[in-house]
């Protein structure tokens, strides 16, 4: 579950801490203010428009941008002095984000396998490739595989260390249905073997339904509304995540006054 | 120390992975300085035969400085253009959110760079030697100073490279050619330091190259070491080292501030 921060709140069982985060490019505020958490084991969606600042907070869950104001604690390090310990047992994945292209799929693996200091790391490739299927084209080009063998590869990728959190823009954006459903599935079995907390932007609506266990709804770089999927489909009345997604994108519903920043 | 020399390494096995599978780049890494050394070699030959000895030493000079040089550019072009293959790849993203620190980024970038500037430089001496009866390390131990302080130097003007590409982007990226270019004639390669201008002769000093190469003419021309021109490549490059450390490490700070490190190949 995640929830907005009480200061006084802490710790221990939340794997991501955010509180009042803001991201200012000059006179844009492209996040504002943000606080949420999400404990150890869930799974928080984070969904919103373009621009919404989904990307932007991703990027500074990262550390890959400087917030303006604010803190980020991932289990338990603080990002803003700390980030490489946190970073070693996180991973990421986005289809924005390429992987270099000439190089194999298990040449690619190793790279990371050894940027995370992975143990007996062509073992974990093995497990990895029997896992997500990758084997019969481990040893081809990355650059010559299609979007469904290359999301494989980048969720192997993001698998390699054997993550405690798991941060995924957009993880199915361009699968057909079947492979779309495989991922999710990989996903689903992973938490639910390992633990790990995974963060996950999307514009697929019955892909957060599915996955996600906890939701946070942003809109111009606040948090609009969160709650389960459930809460939010009672609360708006409506059937589907995505009626309650346009409802907040055209203003058209009404957000809890306390979820709201 | 384990995990951090991983990390280096990981970096490296992503570049030497991607010039097994692509034989124009190996290709590439020697071209360009087996091709200077024809055109000089043969030109300094011709002058040999044309004007006797004193041309045959100075002929040996050229080409001294032809290698040597190289070996300033090849380093230089290896740590900025490993650091380009990343940006081109559109993997910078990937990179930057792994536990790789900064200083292990520069380090991994250097090790390719040695790599690089052994495979397209080693050619050609070897080129100079068979062809001219040109031997570099005749000149004794003193080779690797000069080695070192050329390398160092190519390093520290590839981090102000790196700098600019962090702050403009792919934009910057033809610098990674063509800025040692431009030290070329303030670097005495070929003549010394004064024959240039007056006003020009302060510039050509602060670098660390200009004192190399007039030590490398001291040795070929006169057989001497030139110690004094050694200590101030050596006291300009520590200068200049932390000169570009500092201004990679506040580019980088500042491209994190943007959000450059996920667009900058945009």
Redesign the interface.
């Known amino acids: 579950m995640a929830a907005p921060v009480n200061p006084a709140y802490a710790h221990r069982m939340e794997a991501i801490q955010v509180q009042a985060l803001t991201k200012r490019y000059g006179a844009t505020l492209a996040v504002d203010g943000i606080s949420f958490a999400a404990a150890r084991g869930s799974t928080l969606g984070l969904l919103g428009g373009n621009g919404a600042g989904k990307t932007t907070t991703i990027a500074m869950l990262l550390g890959i941008l400087i917030p303006t104001a604010g803190s980020i604690r991932i289990l338990g390090h603080d990002m803003a002095t700390d980030r490489f310990a946190a970073l070693a047992r996180m991973n990421f994945s986005s289809p924005y984000v390429a992987l270099p292209a000439r190089l194999s799929v298990a040449e690619n693996l190793r790279v990371y396998g050894h940027l995370y200091d992975v143990p007996q790391l062509e073992r974990r490739i093995g497990e990895l490739a029997g896992e997500l299927d990758l084997g019969e084209f481990l040893h081809r080009p990355a650059g010559q595989l299609s979007a469904g063998q290359k999301t494989r590869v980048a969720l192997a990728k993001a698998l390699i260390n054997r993550p405690d959190v798991l941060l995924l823009d957009e993880p199915t954006a361009s699968l057909d249905p079947d492979t779309g459903d495989l991922v999710r599935g990989w996903l689903e079995r992973y938490r639910a073997e390992s633990g790990c907390t995974i963060l996950l932007a999307s514009h697929n609506m019955a892909e957060v339904e599915r996955l996600c266990s906890h939701v946070l709804m942003l809109k111009r770089g606040r948090v609009v509304d969160s709650g389960s999927p459930q809460d939010l489909l009672d609360r708006y009345g409506q059937d589907d995540l995505e009626a309650v997604f346009l409802d907040i994108a055209r203003d058209r519903g009404r957000p809890m006054p306390e979820a709201a920043q | 120390m384990k995990?951090s020399l991983?990390?280096v390494?990981?970096?490296m096995?992503?570049h030497l992975?991607?010039y097994r599978?692509?034989w124009p780049r190996l290709l590439e890494l020697a071209y360009w300085p087996v091709l200077q050394m024809c055109i000089w070699g043969f030109t300094a030959s011709y002058m040999a035969s044309r004007m006797g000895s004193t041309m045959a030493l100075a002929g040996g000079a050229l080409l001294g400085g032809v290698l040597l040089w190289e070996v300033a550019l090849r380093s230089q072009m290896g740590v900025a253009i490993s650091f380009l293959?990343e940006l081109w790849?559109?993997?910078l993203?990937?990179?930057?959110?792994?536990?790789?620190?900064p200083w292990e980024l520069v380090a991994a970038l250097i090790g390719m760079s040695v790599i690089r500037m052994l495979t397209g430089v080693l050619p050609a001496i070897l080129l100079a030697w068979v062809l001219y009866a040109f031997n570099l390390f005749a000149l004794g131990p003193i080779v690797v100073l000069f080695f070192a302080n050329l390398m160092i130097m190519g390093w520290w003007v590839s981090l102000a490279v790196v700098s600019l590409i962090l702050r403009h982007g792919a934009g910057a990226e033809a610098l990674a050619w063509s800025v040692l270019f431009g030290l070329t004639p303030f670097s005495a390669v070929f003549y010394p330091v004064a024959v240039l201008p007056a006003f020009l002769q302060p510039i050509a000093l602060a670098l660390p190259s200009a004192h190399v190469f007039e030590g490398m003419r001291a040795a070929i021309l006169h057989g001497t070491v030139d110690w004094h021109h050694l200590a101030w490549a050596v006291g300009l490059n520590v200068v200049w080292t932390v000169a570009g450390a500092t201004l990679f490490a506040a580019q980088f700070?500042a491209a994190?501030?943007?959000?450059a490190?996920?667009t900058i190949g945009e």
């Open positions: 995990a991983r990390r390494w990981g970096l096995y992503r992975a991607l599978r692509s293959e790849s559109r993997n993203g990937h990179v930057f959110v792994s536990p790789l620190r700070r994190r501030v943007r959000g490190l996920l």
